[in-house]
């Protein structure tokens, strides 16, 4: 019955948009989580430069760091107009001790992290808000 009056009421038409606003929202929420992680429960470490990168707003370090797991990982870090460190210079690197490749190179601000959140409800709300109707609430 329920197809029926979907179809019959035009809403089974914003079904995929309602689909696509909720999974995006659900994958900005979660890109939010791992950045509040690395913020509230991060372990500064010191890593050491091994490379670095070029990218179209400047050169990016490549650090490699050890987790206290003795696990060894990379991380890089957000382009700059100059790199922040040489090859072989020591450098700080935070990371969530429950996900240890999840690192940043500071200095790491919660701006991205508010800005992600705020993102996945201004899609979320919307997707709620359609589904709910589509579902006759």
């Not at 079904?15 to 994958?27: C, D, E, N, R």
């Not at 429960?41 to 990218?55: L, M, Q, S």
């Amino acid at each position: 019955m329920a197809p029926a009056y979907l179809a019959a009421s035009g809403s089974a038409y914003f079904l995929p948009h309602t689909l696509v606003l909720l999974g995006g929202s659900g994958i900005l929420a979660f890109m939010a989580q791992r950045a509040f992680a690395v913020r509230v429960r991060g372990v500064r470490v010191t890593g050491v430069c091994v490379r670095h990168t070029f990218a179209k707003d400047g050169v990016a370090v490549i650090v490699r760091y050890e987790a206290a797991s003795g696990e060894k990982f990379t991380c890089l870090s957000q382009p700059a107009a100059v790199a922040c460190a040489r090859i072989g210079e020591p450098v700080d690197v935070v990371y969530d001790p429950r996900r240890p490749k999840n690192a940043e190179v500071p200095p790491i601000g919660y701006g991205i992290a508010y800005i992600l959140s705020t993102l996945a409800l201004l899609l979320g709300i919307p997707g709620l808000g359609l589904l709910y109707w589509i579902v006759g609430g």
